[in-house]
């Protein structure tokens, strides 16, 4: 099977504390890349960061950062000391090519709260 | 600016007519897609367009139909609604070489009474 798992369904945390979502993924590809999306509450889908098989580097972007771990099938992301405006449904995603096309399998999402 | 953008942002319609929704995208990619999202948020592909030309159709009922007139467009028109089809349907692009991301419209609201 080619699937994503977002394990928690929902979280709700006060401001300022750190928060990680899980992502676990099942692929039979060898090179594969991997997303995170975010929804907010106005409903749009923004990108976050997008990671390939062969790259194995955690990376850090502001407050934001991804741990992949291959031998776990991981991709989790953490938000360091959270804000209200990090309300939003993340979504994990893995990128399947198929027939010279590519398509997106979406986790079912966590929704997050960061309450005041 | 707007990179990927759909029209209508809402649609309320009755049960059995016949609606498009229209996708445009100034990105200059050459694929463009469909997902739908249900009411669990759950994300799904519909259909994929690469250089006008039907790539992916993930098992969605004849009822849908995509339109690509170039490459910067991608059209859905859906026939004889069903309450099923209450979604909200994106439209995404990105570059046929697979470089960087698949890009997504705003979503159109799709509510069927």
């Known amino acids: 099977a080619q699937k994503v798992t977002q394990a928690q369904t929902e979280i709700s945390v006060v401001e300022k504390e750190d928060v990680t979502l899980d992502c676990v993924y099942e692929?039979?590809?060898?090179?594969?890349?991997l997303f995170w999306y975010k929804q907010p509450p106005s409903g749009e889908l923004v990108f976050l960061i997008r990671r390939n098989s062969f790259d194995e580097q955690n990376e850090i972007s502001g407050r934001y950062s991804w741990n992949f771990q291959k031998s776990t099938s991981s991709f989790n992301f953490t938000i360091t000391a959270s804000q209200v405006v990090d309300s939003a449904v993340y979504f994990c995603a893995l990128r399947l090519l198929r027939g010279g096309s590519e398509k997106l399998v979406f986790g079912k999402g966590t929704k997050l709260t960061v309450n005041p | 600016d707007t990179a990927v953008s759909q029209t209508p942002k809402y649609l309320v319609t009755q049960m059995g007519n016949d609606k498009s929704i229209k996708c445009e995208q100034n990105l200059g990619h050459d694929t463009m897609y469909w997902y739908k999202q249900d009411s669990k948020k759950f994300l799904k592909i519909m259909f994929s367009y690469n250089n006008k030309e039907l790539i992916i159709n993930e098992t969605v009922p004849n009822r849908f139909s995509p339109k690509s007139p170039d490459k910067a467009h991608l059209n859905l028109h859906i026939n004889s609604l069903e309450l099923g089809d209450s979604a909200v349907y994106f439209c995404?692009?990105?570059?046929?070489?697979?470089?960087?991301?698949?890009?997504f419209g705003d979503g159109t609201r799709l509510s069927i009474l």
């Open positions: 995404a692009s990105s570059h046929g070489d697979r470089r960087g991301p698949q890009h």
């Open positions: 692929t039979r590809d060898t090179t594969y890349y």
